[in-house]
Nanobody, 123 residues
Framework: QVQLVESGGGLVQAGGSLRVSCAASGRTASSYAMGWFRQAPGKEREFVAAISWGGGRTAYADSVKGRFTISRDSAKNTVYLQMGSLNLEDTAVYYC????????????????WGQGTQVTVSS
């Protein structure tokens, strides 16, 4: 069993930056690929970014490529999503997820999910 706890969400102005974190705990937490999804009001949950268990492979949605960076600290079992050049369309609840590999994670085939953290971008 793996538990995922997000933190760091909040209110930020358009054009600003924010970092959200996801702390993983559990016996096998470090062996999973991890990533982020988001769900805006009235929309389906969508993939944002993923990182392999070793940190050597990353993947991004086209909508965030070049603005967001995913990273992980294996010693802390924590994954980060650094978000920059935020715009109103980035407003959503951001969910941390884990899966056996980045391809499965990107497809939404995730084994564990966090409870989500709200990110609100204001004009």
């Amino acid at each position: 069993q793996v538990q995922l706890v997000e933190s760091g969400g909040g209110l930020v102005q358009a054009g600003g930056s924010l970092r959200v974190s996801c702390a993983a705990s559990g016996r096998t937490a470090s062996s999973y690929a991890m990533g982020w999804f988001r769900q805006a009001p009235g929309k389906e949950r969508e993939f944002v970014a993923a990182i392999s268990w070793g940190g050597g492979r990353t993947a991004y949605a086209d909508s965030v490529k070049g603005r967001f960076t995913i990273s992980r600290d294996s010693a802390k079992n924590t994954v980060y999503l650094q978000m920059g050049s935020l715009n109103l369309e980035d407003t959503a609840v951001y969910y941390c997820a884990s899966s056996r590999d980045t391809n499965r994670l990107r497809s939404g085939l995730c084994d564990y999910w966090g409870q989500g953290t709200q990110v609100t971008v204001s004009s």
